[in-house]
């Protein structure tokens, strides 16, 4: 008789002190020795469980056919290797083929007859082990198969099959897989912490725990990111990684196209950048130094160094004690500066051009749109209907004009005009303009300066405003960006005005790179979770993130 | 008489403590008081200058033609914008065109001619400025052309004409411009404190200073780093680093074609990964946090939650306190894991196709060897010089039969079979192997297990060797990788072999991954600096670096 897979039962963890990095407390030292000795029982239980496997199997004619893999095992030659279980569907009948996959569910039918759902990713396909099939299958097969644990990995040879009827149960419709061998790889518990298909709509809104209705279990938020490796199995939370995956790429594909190198910033710097408000402190060695809150600094340095058009996709780290949907302390940027030939429109349109070319590639190329339609058929309601505009020409509008259109439609935007427009009325402005100009993504031009960091280069025909832009997805930023001072003095003034003292040590490094010789320049910084969080209209930022960071969590 | 771009002039920092993050001291603010007032004396001098300038204008009838750039200047309009100043080898004959371009160098030939080469990259041409020219170039213009300070950048307007003869101290030899308007774009200071042309061959070996031979400046790389931003502007240096960002973008490209997802994992994890050693603290609002010594976790932790193929391209971090060559505390990583299937020689054969398909666009795609002949041409003896395998077919030898070939050669190897080969007998192995099989590019496999981390997989034929392998150029290390242990008692158990502890707080969010069921899987991490570094073989990282950290400099 084959052995269950190796495990000691898994716990969710209690309370946030068990995740975080606590220092080990009596508890700890007490729960590891308890481990310790499960971990010997364990290994007692396995010894006597191969003692009986061996006398089993000496009364078992398929011992050999599963169980357990190892290295000699198994001991025929395997069938042709699908790496992709949804190739699948392209095999002959009748061939036979090997397959590594996870176990969906199992259901032991009689002592003649198991079936299995195996599945990889969205592909789902049946496997029948029948008595006196295969190579001579015998009923201790049959009942291993049918008992063992969901998530567990196997790997199977088999015969493709054409079953009596039409399987609805499975991807994979017109196959089923008429097991001969079946080797566990991998085993899983008999109980898990959540469940993976429990995880595949989007979670509970505001609540922290899990959800039932109508018997359908929605593990919250939470238990999601603390159990990363088992969500992350559900189709849906994994196509929302990989759309993630995709922006990156078109990102790179764009930029490449157009002349831009990628370029690696530090993420470490000896003085707090742009002000030192929200940045990390490092100790470094016998001194201290901090996480770059931004490449702002590095990627301007770069142009100042001629390298005309660069662009990053890497972290960026903000120190800020925020709580929101749609704030991390860790996310990842994808920034581009590129020198400015006549007017610093030409980055903005650039940057709108980059952004509606990446968001039509999400529609339309092939591999993008099987991802969206996982993550809309698991019930996120917004995936799928993102709106270009019409003619794939970018709406723009002024920061004044934008204060008109809420204005006119009641909303209390003050009379001073350099006054921000907040994140309520920015999303009531997104749904202004889908209304207006049929378009979710839209831009917003000419911010006041007030409003803008010390590097903002003015509007040169009102000071008042600077040459700067924002981007949003339905009604939330997703970019920020502007021209930048590319001269020493006005630089450096502009740094005062705002009480900044540019011959700081924080600051030295970077107002001296403009004492050389600077093109005009400008450019702006995409947040890659940002981008898919509105792409596909998910309520929280830490969906759209494979390993959050936010001032509570840091693990796992 | 137009004015000088402003500038205070700049100085090469003192010593390292003027670089790095020391708090203000009181220096530090008489410096600022005396920047202060120096900056008002500027300011000062700059109106009195308007004032000559304006007088000057009255008399000058090509004062609307040069001069410092505003936002009303220029007044005629332009010619054809060339973006890429290379682009003019391609441009008509008298045709009008408008470039902006830094000035590498000014000549007076005579109060009615003055002669400027400007370039862009690795392009320059000449431009003429003479009497009576273009719109009716006056005398005061051609004065103040000849008067412009090098590394300044102009926009100039003019026509493109056939010189007398070929120009032969200019990349573009067929033209030369006959300019109409030249306008300050951003002025740089008349001393500088490198020149870029002194930093474009090799730096001087071990020597911090510079180096002059034959009356030929060689910048140190010290002096180089602390002041990037001109360094950067050496076609060479510049060069390298766009090598960099096309292994990015090839990498990318390989990786998305073999069905792998661009991952971000966090840079913060809440406990110390991999041991602790290493590793950087981070404070974390009222708690402590750690910048991840590499992916090696999220990698995995992927793996085991169905992702299947994942790469990575970010920074990787390591507080090691050691000052070589080849280390740095910040280097990028392009990291990649995925599922094994039969053996994990399906992911040595991967990486090595990885790095072989890498280094063969590199040898041959027209963008790339463009960059790497302009290395070469710097005086880099080793650059465009690296060797491939006959075939493409990697040479692949094991850690024991490495050793063998040493010891043939009359290296002391040892007799543990265990001891590592020391760095100086990779380098010496790198020769061996270039002179049998005539390849700078080769990996060893089955390193002894007491090498290596407590995550990798054993041999399951030898329990002494491990399925692991380094890649190596021109007898470097670039790449370590594994398949790495995916069960989760052998990998507590092995843990607990390298007295370490698996349920402790820095490792149990790892090991919990594997406890749900987890398919086989390895990968590797390759350097993406080094990668460049050996592939030109630069003697020292930091040149294939933008902006390098080690225990010294956190700046710029």
């Known amino acids: 008789m084959a052995s269950q897979p190796e495990s000691s039962l898994p716990e969710r963890p209690k309370d946030e002190r ?12 007490k729960k590891a020795a308890k481990e310790k000795e499960k971990a010997e029982k364990a290994a007692k239980r396995q010894q006597q469980e191969q003692a009986e496997k061996d006398k089993a199997a000496a009364t078992d004619t398929a011992a050999h056919l599963y169980g357990p893999i190892s290295y000699t095992s198994p001991t025929t030659p395997p069938g042709q290797y699908f790496e992709d279980l949804g190739d699948l569907n392209a095999a002959e ?20 007859l198991s079936f299995l759902v195996i599945g990889e990713g969205d592909h789902t396909i049946q496997a029948v082990v029948a008595e006196g099939g295969g190579q001579g299958i015998s009923r201790q097969m049959v009942k291993w198969c049918g008992g063992i644990n969901t998530e567990s990995i196997v790997r199977i040879t088999g015969l493709v099959k054409t079953p009596f009827e039409e399987i609805k149960s499975t991807s994979i419709t017109k196959y089923e897989l008429h097991v001969e061998e079946i080797f566990m790889v991998s085993g899983a518990p008999e109980q898990m912490p959540i469940q993976r ?31 990363r ?16 995956s995709e922006v990156s790429f078109l990102f790179a594909e764009y930029m490449r196209k157009h002349k831009f190198k990628l370029i690696q910033p530090s993420y470490m710097a000896g003085a707090a950048t742009e002000g030192g408000a929200g940045v990390f402190e490092i100790k470094y060695f016998d001194t201290k130094a901090y996480l770059t809150q931004s490449p702002q600094f590095f990627k301007q340095m770069a142009i100042a160094g001629d390298m005309k058009r660069v662009c990053i996709n890497g972290p960026v780290f903000r120190a800020e004690n925020s709580n929101t949907k749609r704030h991390l302390t860790e ?32 529609q339309t190329r ?20 993102f709106q270009l505009p019409p003619g794939d020409e970018a709406v723009r509008i002024t920061f004044a004009e934008a204060k008109k259109l809420l204005k006119e439609s009641g909303y209390e935007v003050g009379e001073d005009e350099h006054k921000d427009i907040d994140t309520a009325q920015e999303k009531a402005l997104g749904a ?42 339905r009604g939330e930023e997703i970019m920020s960006g502007a021209q930048r001072l590319h001269n020493y003095s006005e630089l450096c003034q502009s740094m005062r005005d705002k009480g900044l003292d540019p011959l700081s040590e924080g600051f030295k490094h970077y107002t001296d790179a403009f004492k050389f010789g600077c093109p005009p320049h400008g450019g702006g910084g995409l947040g890659l979770n940002r981008i898919v969080q509105y792409f596909l209209g998910l309520n929280n930022i830490r969906e759209a993130t494979l390993f959050p960071r936010d001032p509570g969590r840091l693990a796992p």
Chains 1, 2 share one sequence.
Do not use: W
């Open 331 to 362: 996310f990842t940027g994808l920034d581009f500066e590129m020198t400015i030939m006549n007017h610093y429109h030409e980055v903005l349109s650039f940057g709108e051009k980059l952004m509606i070319s990446i968001i039509r590639a999400l």
């Open 229 to 244: 490796v088992i969500s992350l199995r559900a189709p849906a939370q994994q196509a929302i990684i990989d759309l993630q």
């Open 432 to 473: 202004i303009i889908a209304e207006k100009h049929r378009t979710d993504f839209y831009t917003i031009d000419k911010y006041p300066r007030t409003l803008r960091p010390f590097y903002t280069h003015p509007d040169p025909t009102n000071p008042a405003l600077t040459n700067s832009y924002d981007f949003f997805m």
């Open 93 to 112: 009948e009748n061939k036979k083929v090997t397959v590594q996959a996870r176990v969906h569910s199992t259901r032991k039918q009689s002592a003649k």
């Open 197 to 227: 298909k429990d995880c595949n709509q989007p979670p509970p809104g505001e609540e922290e725990g899990d959800v039932e209705k109508e018997g359908v279990i929605n593990v919250g938020l939470k238990a999601r990111l603390d159990n």
């Open 366 to 385: 092939e591999e993008c749109q099987h991802l969206v339609n996982i993550v809309k058929k698991a019930g996120y309601p917004e995936a799928g209907n």
């Open 18 to 29: 068990d995740v975080e990095g606590a220092a080990p407390s009596k508890n700890a030292l």
